[in-house]
């Protein structure tokens, strides 16, 4: 299941959860996992420039295809020498297949077996995203992995409803890899199925036959108790290829990444990192803090002790919540490389525990930790 531009080599499993550690080689470098990947949704990841990315040890970043397709144009950025030039980001990178922003943001008209018509919610265009599209967009923007056009069915549809989507997701697959021909770019399959188990296991076995290079989890984090989520993932463990990457999508707070990576997860993504910043939320070893709060008002030591990153040399909890109270763009800039340098420091920390053969131990150490939090309401995941 490999070729000249991807290859994937288990390191060590921890024989107790499954926890995995291992090297996913692409043709923009190496990623160790398990792994966090920042989201730059637009080309960017928000309010953090490349150049931070790569001093706090980002690997690997996910961008999205259905936003790109809309602004500035896939064909934009393939005359500009694809995403890694257009954004300047010389590291691997990853786009989703843009199917799941077409079911939440746009307009849909109608979904057939043929693709998805619908209209943008930008401009109000009227467009049509079939397995082929999704493909010819993604080659054009030039990640190193890309994913195959699914359908999310909404949580809390009924099983038909799931079981429907679950079909869909496996034929679009089929289509998505006759239409796949670049062997720089590495193609994942999608599990769906919703909160059914034998729908879970299906879409499974129908991904199979077009794992090459890693295989992914979507339809999860998208409103189910987390407990419901974890479930899910202790069914499929056991059935996951082991040879590849897997990668659960859409999840990462700090809780789920330590759940997901006992699961043997190995790709994780998720907005949360920043977008709680942008509202003045800070991720620490000690939980979240707030920063708005007036309990920081005169807290001049940093965000997190145990932290080495720019703000927390640099800044105190009372700057820090003096620029978010009055909107100035640097707090939410600051807690943001923040966020993501905490998710970094806490996967390569998993990463650590997984050769040490003391994950477990690892992980209840980290929700001890986290219930000393002032903002923590004491609930375990």
Request: proline share 5%; with cysteine; net charge negative.
């Amino acid at each position: 299941m490999n070729n000249e531009f991807f290859s994937f080599e288990l390191q060590k499993v921890d024989p107790e959860t499954g926890a995995r550690a291992g090297v996913f080689h692409t043709p923009h470098g190496d990623i160790l996992t398990p792994v966090y990947m920042p989201v730059g949704t637009q080309a960017t990841v928000k309010g953090v420039l490349p150049k931070d990315l790569e001093e706090i040890g980002s690997q690997i970043i996910l961008s999205n295809t259905y936003h790109l397709c809309m602004r500035p144009g896939d064909e934009l950025v393939a005359r500009a020498g694809g995403l890694h030039r257009f954004m300047n980001w010389n590291r691997p990178i990853l786009t989703d297949s843009g199917g799941f922003q077409v079911f939440s943001l746009a307009a849909l008209n109608s979904i057939t077996d043929d693709g998805v018509r619908f209209r943008s919610h930008v401009d109000g265009s009227s467009h049509m995203f079939t397995p082929e599209k999704a493909m010819q967009v993604q080659h054009n923007l030039g990640a190193d992995i890309i994913m195959a056009l699914d359908e999310c069915s909404e949580f809390g549809c009924s099983y038909e409803q799931a079981k429907i989507a679950m079909e869909r997701t496996g034929k679009w697959l089929a289509r998505c890899a006759e239409a796949h021909d670049n062997p720089r770019q590495a193609l994942f399959p999608i599990i769906q199925g919703n909160m059914f188990e034998d729908l879970r296991a299906e879409s499974l076995a129908r991904c199979l036959p077009y794992v090459r290079h890693g295989i992914a989890i979507g339809g999860l984090s998208v409103g189910e108790p987390k407990a419901r989520m974890y479930e899910l993932l202790d069914f499929l463990q056991p059935m996951l290829p082991t040879d590849v990457p897997r990668y659960l999508m859409g999840v990462g707070s700090p809780d789920c990444l330590a759940e997901g990576v006992m699961r043997g997860v190995d790709l994780f993504d998720c907005v949360l990192a920043t977008r709680v910043a942008r509202n003045g939320t800070a991720l620490t070893s000690r939980g979240k803090i707030v920063v708005r709060n007036g309990r920081y008002k005169e807290d001049f030591t940093p965000l997190d002790p145990e932290c080495d990153c720019y703000c927390c040399r640099h800044y105190t909890k009372a700057y820090l919540r003096h620029l978010i109270n009055v909107g100035e763009m640097a707090g939410a800039m600051l807690l943001s490389l923040h966020n993501i340098s905490y998710l970094h420091r806490l996967m390569r920390g998993l990463r650590e525990s997984i050769f040490g053969g003391y994950v477990r131990e690892f992980v209840r150490e980290f929700y001890a930790k986290q219930g000393d939090s002032p903002e923590s309401d004491g609930t375990r995941a």
